[in-house]
């Protein structure tokens, strides 16, 4: 009788220890084969794990500590969702719906489309706090909320974009500015903006600004760019924006200091132009370290008018104030020039002033009160007749003369 050949064993399968993770070799070698791991190899299931590991399903289930199909499912994850109270901190942020799904996206890149998921892509699908604090120190996402506010600076908004800019960014100073340029630039932008503010103080006109960027680069000045191009802010359009930038700096201190005085005055004067436009000069006169200080006069504003009418002067100043946040209450003496729609009649300028403030204190031009006491006097006074005749003759003398400057 020939002898009964055994099936070979079949080879040897992986380690239970290491799919399971057992910490006792003792128990993974403990586990029983079952009878299908003695047969051929072409009758194995290969969709059967049990089969594939040669172990008895039961009986791990066992060793797990529990009976068969009792043992503790895994807890689900934690679904990640788009939390409204991150707009609070994060005025920028917005929730669209894209396909279906809820994506963030941010204002001021959406505006700009700047390239990438927040900006002109689909949204960011990661609804994760970290994504946001990335978007929110990245440097383009910076350089676009400069931008933004700049350009919504004084323009009519609402909704979600008045809330940025009122929680944000009232009036955009210099400050907040730099504050989203990086380190190189920024001195470089001080530097330039120093140059640009030199000129408007000497009084030279803005387009030698690019010429003067020249010479501080040639002498090697610190902190100036190394090549001109338009990034180095050398060039005429840097010029204008930093003069811009300035003058609102200036204006905002100013403002705080007049809010902060007790009294003050303004003093007013009629600024005709080349073309046929008509201008009002402010200017105002009030008390500096909120009271306890000099008193300081400072040009305040040139308002652009349509006609020279008193009821048209009152609107345009009381619109001045208003814009400042300067009050009635605060207001104690203006001084005018001396034509008829400022000091005139029932419906003219100071006349309309005095019903707001009765016990404003009104002055005239003080050249023109000067120019009628000198009338006055040479009546009486034969010499000054001489001189004012003498005077009249110099003039016509020059100005008939074709070598006149």
């Known amino acids: ?3 009964i050949q055994m099936p070979k064993r079949k080879k040897q399968q992986p380690s239970i220890k290491k799919i399971f993770a057992w910490s006792s070799a003792s128990q993974v070698a403990s586990l029983p084969p079952t009878e299908d791991t003695y047969e051929d190899d072409h009758n194995v299931d290969l969709n059967d794990d049990s089969n594939l590991l040669g172990y008895n399903e039961e009986y791990v289930e066992e060793l797990e500590g529990g009976e068969p199909g009792t ?4 807890k689900p994850k934690a679904k990640r969702e788009f939390r409204e109270e991150w707009k609070d901190k994060y005025k920028w942020l917005k929730s669209v719906t894209h396909e279906g799904k809820t994506v963030m996206k941010c204002i001021y890149c959406e505006e700009h489309k700047l390239v990438g998921p927040w900006g002109s892509g689909t949204g960011c699908t990661s609804m994760q706090h970290d994504a946001l604090v990335t978007h929110a120190n990245s440097r383009n996402h910076k350089l676009s909320e400069t931008k933004w506010i700049s350009e919504n600076e004084g323009k009519e908004t609402s909704g979600t974009e008045l809330a ?7 009036e955009t100073t210099i400050a907040t500015m730099l504050a989203n340029i990086d380190d190189v630039n920024k001195e470089r932008v001080i530097t330039t903006m120093k140059l640009a503010y030199w000129l408007v103080q000497e009084d030279i006109p803005l387009s030698k600004y690019e010429s003067l960027c020249s010479l501080a680069m040639s002498l090697q000045a610190p902190n100036m760019p190394k090549n ?24 905002e201190a100013q403002t705080a200091k007049m809010l902060d005085s007790p009294f003050f005055s303004l003093m007013l004067d ?3 132009g080349r073309r046929p436009e008509k201008h009002l000069g ?23 008018v349509c006609d020279g009418r008193g009821k048209t002067l009152y609107d345009a100043i009381n619109l001045l104030k208003e814009a400042k946040g300067l009050s009635n209450k605060k207001l104690i003496a203006i001084s005018t020039y001396s034509a ?8 003219e300028f100071v006349t309309l002033f005095k019903r707001d403030v009765p016990n404003l204190v009104c002055v005239h031009c003080i050249a023109h009160r000067e120019s009628l006491a000198a009338s006055e006097a040479a009546k009486r006074i034969p010499e000054l007749l001489f001189v004012e005749k003498l005077a009249n003759n ?6 008939n003369s074709t070598k006149r400057n």
């Open 1 to 3: 009788v020939s002898q």
């Open 71 to 74: 043992q503790k499912k895994r």
């Open 164 to 170: 940025v800019i009122d929680d944000i960014n009232k």
């Open 228 to 251: 001109k191009d338009y990034r180095s802010y050398t060039n005429q359009p840097a010029a204008n924006a930093f003069l811009s930038a300035i003058s609102k700096n200036i204006e």
């Open 270 to 272: 009629e600024s005709p």
């Open 282 to 304: 402010v200017y105002v006169t009030f008390l500096d370290k909120k009271g306890l200080g000099a008193p300081i006069s400072q040009f305040l504003k040139l308002i652009n």
């Open 340 to 347: 008829s729609s400022m000091v005139g009649g029932e419906n």
């Open 394 to 399: 110099v003039y016509s003398w020059v100005q």
